[in-house]
Each structure stands twice: as C-alpha cells, then as structure tokens.
C-alpha cells in the first residue's frame, strides 16, 4: 500500500469516525443530563427506536427533515414522560424500569414498523454539507481539512454543537445548578425550595428527547432506512459513555469519538478482509465498553443520589 | 385482607398491560376480545398449544429463577441472554464431541453440567468486576450479551461448523446435530416406558382433562427439562431460605452496609450471587440444546429473548422460586399465544415485546405502592403500641403518685 493511499485511508476511518459519533453523541449528551438530576435512564436504547421510527416515518410520508427531527424529538419526550413517571413518581429501581422502557420502545417501534411501512424503503435523509463557496469551490474538497471538518450532516454538526451548550448549561446557568444539585444531595436542594421533583422530569424528559433525536440521526442521517433493532445497542453503550466521560459532557464527547473511531475501524477491518475474523471484530466496542467502565479513574464524580429515588422526610 | 391485595397487585399492573395492548390493536382496527380469544386458546386451548407454551416456560423458568437469585442479592443481571448462549454453546460442543458410545445418562449430566459451568463464567465476570472494579453490572452484562452472540458466530461459522453445511457450501452458521444419547426424552417417551400407550381418544377423555392428558401422554415437543426445571425450582428456594449463602445474599440485597457491620463478606456474596444466576441462565441454554433443538445455531434465535422475558417473569412471581413456576407458564403461554395471533390475525407478534416492556414498568411501579401501604401498616402498628406504652407509663406514674 503506497503511503498515498494509507493517508487516504486514515483520512476516510476518521472522516466516517466524526460522523458515526453523531447518535452516540446525542444519546449520551442526553443520558449525561438525566444522570447528572440523579436519575439512571436506561431505556435509552428503546427510546432510540422509537425515535428512529418516528423521524423516518415523517420524512417517509412528508419529505420534510425538520418535521422528521421534531417527531423524533417529541416521541422521545413522552418515552421520557413515561419514564419519568415510572422512575421518579413511583419509585421504580431504575435498572428495571429502563429495561422495561427498552422492550417497549423495541416492541413499539418494530409494530409500527411492520403495520405502517412492512418493508424497507429509503428516504431522502438530511444531506451531505459541502460548504460551496462558489461553483467550483466547496470547502469540503479541501485536502485533509475538507475530509475532517466538512461534509457532514446538519444533524452531525448540531450533535457536536450540543458538548459547548450543555456543558454551559450545566455549569454557567442555574438550571444547570438546580440538575446538578438535585442529582447530587436532593435533600438539600429540597430544603432550599427547589422541586426535585420537577427538575428530574424535566432533565430526563430533555435526556429522552435528544436520545429520539439519536434515533432519528440514524434513520434520516446515517442510515436513510429504518430497519427493526436498528440501533444494535448505541443506546446501551451511550448509557456507559456517561460513566466513561464522568458525567462531563467534553468527556462524554472523547467517549464517543473513541467509539466511533473503532467502529468505523471495524467497519473498514471487514471491507479489507484482514486476518480477524468479522465476527470478533464486531464484538470489540463492547468489549471495549467493559474495560472503559473498569477503569478506576474520577468515578467519584459520579452524582451522589444517582438512582436514588427521592421522597421528602424519609432520609 | 391487606396481604392478600398486595398480592393482587401484579396481576392488576398485567392486566393493566393489556389494556393498553387493546388499544393499540383497537387502533390498528382489530378486535382487541377477538385477538386476546385467539392468544387464551391458541396458548392454552389445545394439546399443541399448551406443549409448546409449557416446553416455552422451561427456558423461562431456570432464566427466572437466576434472575431472582441476582435481583435477591441486589445485583440486576441482565446478562441471561448471554449466559444462555454460551451454556448451549458448550453443551452443544460437548455433544458434538462425545456422539459417539456414551451412555445418555452420563451424556446428558456432562453436557449439563457443561452448560452451567459456562453460564457460571459468564455470569461471575460481571460479578467480579462489580465486586472488585465497581463496574456497574447491568452495562456490563449488556455487553456481555453481545459479545457472547458474537462469539457464538465465530464458533458457528468456523471450529463448530457442521461439517454437512460445508461440504454442500451452503455455510450456514450451525453446529452438527448432538449424538442420540443426548437427547433429553420428551414425555412421550417416559409416557411410553411407563406403559401409557393409548390416547385420550381412546380412552375417551374429553375437556379439559383430556387435553392434559393428551399433553403428557401423546407425543408432542414436551420433553421432560420441565420437571428438570420444576426440580431446580425448589431447589432454588432451599437455596435462598435454607443455607447459609442463600441467607447471605438475600441480607446482602436489603442492605450492603448492614451485612457488611454483621460481618458477611459483601463482595463475595456479590460475585456468589451473579455466578449462580449465570449458572441457571446457563442451564436454560444447556436445557433448549438437550431438550429442543439438539443442535447450536443462530445465537440470538436460540437465547431468543428468554433472557428478557425471564425477567419479567421472575418479577411477575415475585422474585419467589415457587412464584416463578405459574409465571413463567403464563408467559410461555403469552409468547406462544402472540405466536398464534399472529397467524390467525396477522397482528405482529412483536406486540407481545411491547406488552412485556409494559409489565415490567408496570409491576416494578405497583411495587413501590405495595411497599408504601406496607410502610403505612407497620408505622400504625408501631404508634398504636407507642401509644399504648405511653398510657401504660401514664397510668404507672398515676399509681406513684397515689401511693
């Protein structure tokens, strides 16, 4: 392989490694905040589909992309409701309720799917942004920075642009402080008058809309297609990208770039037939995902109440 | 009264589950009575049906009844479907390998045992990195499924190819089948070596005992990992209320601080509890192997959601051995009657995934009332008898005072 054409490969594993991050970075980013008010969303996965179905059966009946992204968008908001009333007014053990979540949005999405569509159709997704400056000049044709910073999707830019806001959010606003406060030390956020109540929907409401989003970013951004399970576990692993990042939306963000990266490097293992065998090439971000989450370093920042359901006066 | 209503309260969050399954069949313009008629009889109206929903609630139950012994010590195992796989694996390897002049009785316990071993595994490397690295579990054995499906296709495409599917290149990813000595007779068989040889037919049983009957005595896809499993059942429940481990990791899951300040040790009680839930995962798929299908394929088709759905009936029976046998022979039912539906009405047997996700939200919800009514008891309880205390030391200081 001539040097030429390895950079040329390198390029395209990092190129398809920022795009692929895209449903990654949304779920995560949401999961990121629902954790952060304390609460353990594990239904992500569920809300994905739902969201994934919801976006490219807009786009599939109207054409309109931004109508897509907003079906998505409020899908996920009601799957966070029900998680939310599940999870925060009865008291739910979350890991259970989540998986509740996941089996309904599973069964849910795939029903939809087989009575509304039955077969696999394409859409015309959000496209490709080339940046033309003029006719014969698109900021994406430009040697090495082209193929890094352009080309992508509305949706893939507005993930990234998600890590600045929310991270201003959470740290320089006081709905960030009260998330913040309420997933760390509930009671004394309720002793200073704020509703823990309140500021945990709302987060895991926020969470679950951004994770319709992820699912949409697949159906009408990535992929162009919707298939039952599509998704394949993003939402699982988004949910351990909050742990791999500390609960920090720029560590989340390096997170889900690693991921992406070995995807898109597997993807590529398989195209070129290396020695691996597919199969076990496939397996390597969760395997990837179990030694992340065993590596011992910041855990304390974990939200002290994370998964607590809170209750006034029973300490 | 008051514990007979708590009792009560699951099968009203199913019911609940269902309703809201009627609607969506009602708005996808079927009839929710007619669709719900065709499920009750398909699963539990004729001889097949009720066969296959009984030879569905064994999976169901060693997944059940592992996923209690978790959810006891408080550890959420998610994994089952992972453990499945790489318990059939194994047992599927094992069968493969020793086809040949073994007898069936150390046959079937190797492979058996085999396939616990493995699930065992499975289930301990969550719990260790739980126990010692702090890794939370439901993540890990989530990953763990996957990795086990993909393991599964390695082994099936390459060393565990059946040998057939090469030579007439065709290439799809299954084993060889596993020699006759492992096969786990169906009760027909013990039927048959009991000297039961006529048919309900012939000795003129009808209704409902005669489908019984039927079902025991004819030949159908019953085998006997039923009673295998039942076995298992109780001995699950002298587990967890007879010995000492079970006492452990039963005081483990109501609290960690308290047991650890009583001296048990916490961690490995942790990884004690996910190994066994792991081993009857790990049965289960050594069970499918032995009992069904007598041959490994498609990984995710083989665990086929018993992992997910054995939750939901371990929650059903209450996280109880004994509770999980009913249940898990209603959600057989319920998987085999979504079966039939589907075919007299073509309604997606997908609707069945989307019910059970709303049981379980539906039942882990209703928990929390449960607990709080009985929260409510017992704090009456308490301050009628501080109330009466209180009376008793006013009466006394009445007395003193007279005297």
């Known amino acids: 392989m001539s040097e030429l054409t390895a950079i040329g490969v390198l390029l395209g594993i990092i190129h398809q490694g920022i795009r692929l991050a895209t449903p990654y970075l949304y779920a995560a980013i949401g999961e990121t905040i629902s954790q952060r008010a304390g609460v353990f969303n594990l239904g992500v996965e569920g809300i994905m589909l739902m969201g994934a179905f919801s976006g490219f059966y807009a786009v599939f009946e109207t054409g309109n992309l931004l109508l897509g992204v907003l079906a998505a968008a409020v899908v996920g908001l009601l799957m966070g409701l029900l998680m939310s009333v599940v999870s925060i007014t009865f008291h739910a053990e979350q890991g259970i309720s989540g998986i509740g979540l996941y089996m309904f949005g599973l069964g849910a999405s795939s029903l939809l799917f087989k009575t509304m569509l039955g077969t696999i159709e394409p859409v015309r997704g959000f496209p490709a942004l080339r940046f033309c400056l003029s006719d014969d000049f698109c900021l994406a044709n430009i040697p090495v920075i082209g193929d890094i910073f352009f080309g992508y999707t509305a949706l893939t830019y507005g993930a990234y642009l998600l890590v600045p806001i929310v991270w201003w959010v959470l740290n320089r606003t006081t709905w960030g402080l009260k998330i913040r406060a309420v997933g760390h030390n509930p009671e004394a956020a309720d002793s200073l008058g704020v509703s823990v109540t309140a500021v945990r929907y709302a987060s895991v409401m926020i969470g679950s809309m951004l994770a319709g989003v992820a699912g949409a970013s697949l159906s009408i951004g990535l992929l162009n297609v919707f298939q039952e399970e599509m998704t394949n576990g993003i939402g699982f692993i988004a949910v351990a990208l909050v742990y791999f990042g500390s609960w920090k939306p720029v560590g989340v963000l390096g997170g889900a770039l690693l991921f992406a990266g070995v995807s898109a490097l597997q993807l590529w293992v398989q195209v070129i037939n290396l020695e691996i065998p597919s199969d076990l090439a496939v397996m390597l971000p969760y395997l990837l995902t179990i030694i992340a989450l065993a590596l011992p370093f910041r855990r304390s920042l974990q939200p002290g109440a994370l998964g607590k359901p809170f209750s006034r006066g029973e300490g | ?403």
């Open chain 2, 1 to 403: 009264m008051a514990r007979l209503v708590d009792g009560l309260v699951p099968v009203v969050a199913v019911l609940f589950a269902f309703l809201v399954g009627a609607i969506i069949l009602w708005l996808q313009g079927v009839s929710p009575v007619e669709a719900y008629r065709q499920m009750i009889v398909g699963a539990f109206g004729t001889k097949n049906g009720l066969a296959d929903t009984l030879v569905k609630a064994i999976p169901l139950m060693l997944v059940g009844l592992g996923i209690a012994i978790a959810f006891r010590g408080g550890v959420i195992n998610i994994g089952a479907e992972g453990q499945m796989i790489v318990g059939a694996l194994l047992t599927t390897f094992v069968g493969v390998q020793l086809a040949e002049g073994i007898s069936p009785v150390v046959g079937i316990s190797v492979a058996i045992l085999a396939g616990a071993l493995m699930g065992a595994i499975w289930g301990a490397i969550p719990g260790y990195l739980k126990a010692r690295l702090g890794v939370n579990e439901i993540l890990s054995t989530i990953m763990m499924n996957q990795i086990a499906i993909q393991i599964g296709y390695y082994l099936l495409r390459g060393p565990m190819i059946d040998p057939a599917e090469v030579a007439a290149g065709t290439n799809i990813p299954q084993s060889a089948r596993l020699g006759r000595a492992f096969d786990v007779p169906r009760f027909t068989d013990l039927a048959r070596w009991l000297g039961l040889d006529r048919s309900a037919a012939d000795l003129g049983l009808d209704g409902f005992l005669g489908e019984i009957y039927a079902v025991l005595v004819e030949p159908s896809r019953l085998h006997s990992g039923l009673i295998f499993a039942i076995i298992m059942a109780v001995l699950v429940y002298i587990l967890l209320w007879r010995t000492t481990l079970g006492y452990r990791i039963r005081a483990v899951g109501l609290s960690r601080s308290a047991s650890e300040y009583a001296g048990i040790p916490v961690r490995r009680t942790i990884v004690l509890s996910m190994t066994f839930s792991g081993l009857f995962a790990g049965l289960a798929g050594a069970v499918e192997i032995l009992g069904l299908h007598h041959r490994m394929f498609e990984p995710a088709a083989v665990s086929a959601g018993y992992g997910f759905t054995g939750i939901v009936a371990a929650l059903f029976g209450k996280l109880h051995p004994l509770g999980i046998i009913p249940s898990s022979v209603l959600f057989g039912g319920l998987l085999v009657g979504g079966d039939k539906m589907q075919r007299a009405m073509q309604i997606p047997q997908v609707l069945i995934t989307a019910i059970l996700g709303l049981v379980v939200l539906f039942v882990v919800s209703t928990d929390y009332l449960v607990r709080r009514r009985v929260a409510r008891r017992l704090a009456a309880q308490r301050s009628a008898a501080e109330l009466a205390s209180k009376e008793e030391l006013v009466g006394s200081t009445v007395q003193e005072a007279g005297s």
